[in-house]
């Protein structure tokens, strides 16, 4: 079955424009978290969802950052105004409960370069 | 803020050798999570512990939950190039929100 998938794999934009990026989850799994990733680093949680829902959003750094997830499944990140600092990778997760003693899939992620 | 400490930042080794990697916090986690992170990929689960002083072993692998449930080791035994890769501790409490230490990266020469 398929895992995770992100696209872009990569996006290059300018300082000030909006970007999306997409998350496709593994099917029926209801949990989905967002994550950043800088170099160096390790991931850095952003958002989580339970269905449509966001359950927790205290990871977004400012409100430039938004993430939706309609139906349940698609999510997409927004980030408005970009800024050079928001040069990371962006990852995706998803997970068939809420407990964290579920397993979390990753999928590859999407780098961002902000110029 | 829950912060996971992870010690050595990079390793590099030649095959065969045994390696330790830590990671420490203050903090008292309901589930410590390891995993390895190849280049250009995400995160792939290793092992998840959640009894104060557990020991799991994976093939070579073998991961210790301390008693206070506050730090965790993973030990590699006989390393092998196909080990090199980040290799990330995760802290869990309450529902699914993980906090990550910075990792180690190994590097196994052959």
């Known amino acids: 079955g398929a895992g995770v998938s992100q696209t872009p794999s990569n996006k290059v934009t300018e300082k000030g424009k909006y970007v999306e990026l997409r998350c496709d989850p593994i099917?029926?799994?209801?949990?989905l978290y967002w994550y950043r990733q800088s170099l160096g680093q390790g991931p850095e949680f952003l958002i989580y969802?339970?269905?449509?829902?966001?359950?927790?959003d205290s990871g977004l750094p400012n409100d430039r950052f938004f993430a939706v997830r309609p139906e349940g499944s698609v999510s997409t990140l927004k980030i408005q105004r970009t800024e050079r600092g928001d040069s990371a990778v962006y990852l995706c997760?998803?997970?068939?409960?809420?407990?964290?003693?579920?397993?979390?899939?990753f999928g590859p992620g999407t780098r961002l370069t902000v110029l | 803020t829950q912060l996971l400490e992870q010690s050595p930042q990079f390793l590099s080794i030649q095959e065969g050798e045994n390696l330790t990697v830590y990671c420490n916090s203050s903090?008292?986690?309901?589930?410590l999570q390891w995993y390895r992170q190849e280049p250009g990929e995400g995160p792939v689960l290793l092992v998840t512990?959640?009894?104060?002083?557990e020991v799991k072993k994976l093939k070579r692998l073998t991961f210790q939950f301390g008693d206070a449930r506050k730090d965790s080791s993973l030990h590699i035994t006989a390393a092998q190039p196909g080990d090199t890769g980040l290799y990330l501790c995760?802290?869990?409490?309450?529902?699914?929100?993980?906090?990550f230490g910075k990792g180690t990266m190994l590097l196994v020469s052959p």
């Open positions: 995760a802290g869990g409490s309450g529902y699914s929100t993980l906090t």
């Open positions: 997760a998803s997970s068939l409960g809420t407990s964290n003693m579920n397993e979390q899939f």
């Open positions: 099917s029926g799994h209801t949990a």
């Open positions: 903090s008292v986690f309901s589930s």
């Open positions: 969802f339970q269905g449509t829902g966001a359950a927790d």
């Open positions: 512990v959640v009894t104060g002083g």
